[in-house]
């Protein structure tokens, strides 16, 4: 205790910004060795040095020859898959797949979080939150093992309709089906967001609005809507930054041979070609690609978020 | 309660009235999306495989069987699968949880010095990544593949749990550290005796989502693991219910391929409802947790 008080009084005497920082380091060295150094090994071994690794996307890679031994082909890879109309089909496959996705999804949970907050007995509302929020702790292989019982030939859907559709060999019901599952399983979970903002409406305000005599659009329009707008904007510009990063264990459970016109998006084909063809260097530019689209997005999104939050930005 | 939510609905203004009616009708139809087909499942798994593809759904209990239920609760690879769905997410959430907590707090500081670097370090991989085959071949000089540590190890340290973390730890009252630097306890001390008690709620609901996303990934073992005895629970139900490929022992009895397949549809409902029984065990102790959920939820936005 009393060399940390020396320690201290001695740059408070004088001595440079370096010295202070390292007076600082002394005393707290167990912030940086015991605290953040495990973090920081990880993010460098596991994030930082593949991203080391994107090289490839320029080389003829080759696993004998490492990284640095292989062929470098420049933009070789690049020029063939921007000109490959397969390649734009599945760029458009994601396009699609998100955009509708946000269209449909999006409104979903606020839509939800609107009703669940006119439920009238606190208990009944917590029932259906239980129902509600359920299907988001299902796994992606269960929910698409449901989704293709209930949609086989012999399957529930076609039983009810009398039909023997096999809709999961069906291109034009792919995204459909990916889409309502997708909004089945996470409306529910989505809507807690809302359902938190909406209960920060003031009451005041709302009983205020009853006793003028409002009815409920009214207030929906006067209290609990600009109580939300600030969530539904920064959810909404989030999810536009993150339209080019469609998950892939779902879209890869739902592929079937037959389906691919619609359903191979560039995370299933950038695994397909990379790891199961073994077309690295090609599979790596592919990626770099859509990751590189991803981060103009985000970036983007995230400074619209800065000019209307007076220049807080989310990250 | 049933009188009082009348009544209030009944001071309700007629076009009111109206606009609640739709309201509820719109939530009773998502429950009953979300119930019934789960209903259809569980009744579904116990009827006998041949009725269940001719005639569908039957409550002629003569016609009921639990044949798929022994066939895949005395198949080894499912128990292997439940077993080491259990090791990687204990080991992953353990790890994670530690990892994230510990350096959330010098985050949080604001007289850490480098907070600025590492700040920029860690965000940096928000947005950018080598992506699939970069890491793939990292995780394979790192002698790592079919292994477990290919799975817990390149996603432990999760930055946006980070920020949660060290949002919560900046709401907890500054006096507590004043004091307790007062009675001379280090970092250490003051991390692990006052700090984290009263983070608790925090801790659980972190802990909560990387165990449940753990149990439910399959991505990472798929592209990982090759051993049949290393593969987590969703690899195995992804070849039972979306390759279409039972485990060899489930069906081989069966003579001709029609019973083959008819049985190794049947199974997939038992397997469904086997695979979530963990699931809704732990549900009612998840649930404790969705409020600080939504208490971290609204950080993001």
């Not at chain 1, 490839?56 to 690049?78: C, K, L, Q, T």
């Not at chain 2, 950018?128 to 817990?152: E, H, K, N, Q, R």
Request: proline share 4%; glycine share 8%; hydrophobic share 50%.
């Amino acid at each position: 205790m009393s060399s940390t008080q020396s320690a201290t009084t001695k740059t408070a005497g004088g001595g440079g910004k370096l010295h202070n920082a390292l007076v600082y380091v002394r005393q707290h060295w167990q912030l940086y060795a015991l605290f953040i150094l495990p973090a920081f090994v990880l993010t460098i071994v596991f994030r930082y040095i593949p991203m080391g690794g994107v090289l490839i996307a320029f080389e003829e890679y080759n696993p004998f020859r490492g990284v640095f031994g292989s062929e470098w082909v420049g933009f070789a890879h690049f020029e063939r898959f921007l000109s490959s109309p397969d390649f734009m089909r599945y760029l458009m496959n994601t396009l699609k797949l998100s955009v509708f996705g946000l269209l449909w999804g999006f409104p979903a949970p606020i839509l939800l979080a609107f009703l669940l907050n006119r439920v009238l007995s606190t208990k009944l509302k917590q029932r259906i939150q239980l129902i509600l929020y359920m299907p988001n702790f299902i796994s992606v292989i269960v929910l698409c093992g449901i989704v293709r019982i209930l949609l086989s030939p012999t399957g529930l859907i076609n039983m009810v309709l009398g039909t023997n559709w096999n809709f999961m060999t069906m291109p034009e019901a792919f995204r459909t089906i990916y889409i309502a599952s997708g909004i089945w399983q996470g409306a529910g979970w989505a809507s807690i967001i809302y359902t938190a903002a909406l209960s920060n409406a003031s009451k005041d305000l709302k009983e205020a609005a009853v006793i003028d005599g409002a009815n409920i659009i009214q207030q929906i329009r006067a209290v609990e809507w600009p109580a939300i707008r600030d969530t539904v904007l920064i959810q909404f510009i989030m999810s536009v930054g993150n339209i080019m990063s469609v998950g892939f264990e779902k879209a890869y459970a739902l592929q079937t041979d037959l389906n691919l016109a619609s359903s191979e998006i560039i995370s299933t084909y950038v695994y397909k070609v990379g790891l199961l063809d073994g077309n690295y260097g090609f599979s790596t530019a592919v990626g770099l690609f859509n990751t590189i689209i991803n981060v103009v997005l985000l970036i983007s999104m995230n400074q619209i978020v800065k000019k209307l939050n007076d220049g807080k930005g989310m990250y | 309660m049933a009188k009082k939510k009348a009544s209030a609905f009944a001071k309700l203004p007629a076009e009111d009235k109206t606009i609640m009616v739709i309201g509820y009708v719109i939530l009773l139809v998502f429950c009953l999306a979300i119930i019934l087909p789960m209903v259809y499942i569980v009744l579904a798994s116990f009827v006998d495989p041949v009725t269940l593809q001719n005639t569908g759904l039957t409550f002629d209990f003569a016609k009921w069987t639990t044949t798929a239920y022994e066939r895949v609760l005395s198949n080894s690879q499912i128990w292997t699968g439940f077993k080491n769905a259990i090791i990687y997410s204990v080991v992953f959430t353990a790890l994670s949880v530690a990892v994230t907590l510990l350096a959330a707090y010098p985050m949080s500081r604001d007289d850490f010095k480098g907070k600025g670097f590492f700040s920029l370090v860690f965000m940096i991989t928000m947005f950018f990544g080598g992506g699939l085959i970069p890491t793939y071949l990292l995780i394979s000089d790192l002698g790592m593949l079919d292994t477990i540590w290919a799975i817990v190890l390149p996603g432990a340290f999760g930055v946006y749990n980070m920020i949660i973390a060290r949002t919560y730890y900046q709401g907890i009252p500054r006096d507590l550290q004043e004091a307790a630097e007062i009675d001379g306890a280090n970092e250490m001390v003051y991390f692990f005796r006052v700090l984290l008690p009263v983070c608790t709620p925090i801790i659980a609901t972190i802990a909560m989502w990387n165990f449940v996303g753990m149990w439910n990934s399959y991505f990472d073992a798929m592209i990982y693991l090759n051993s049949a005895s290393k593969q987590p629970l969703q690899l195995v139900l992804r070849s039972i219910l979306i390759q279409n490929q039972p485990e060899p022992g489930m069906v081989s009895d069966m003579q001709s391929t029609a019973e083959r397949a008819q049985l190794a549809e049947l199974l997939k409902y038992a397997t469904i409802i086997i695979s979530s029984v963990p699931l809704l065990i732990m549900y009612p102790f998840f649930q404790r947790y969705f409020d600080s959920g939504i208490m971290a939820g609204a950080v993001k936005g």
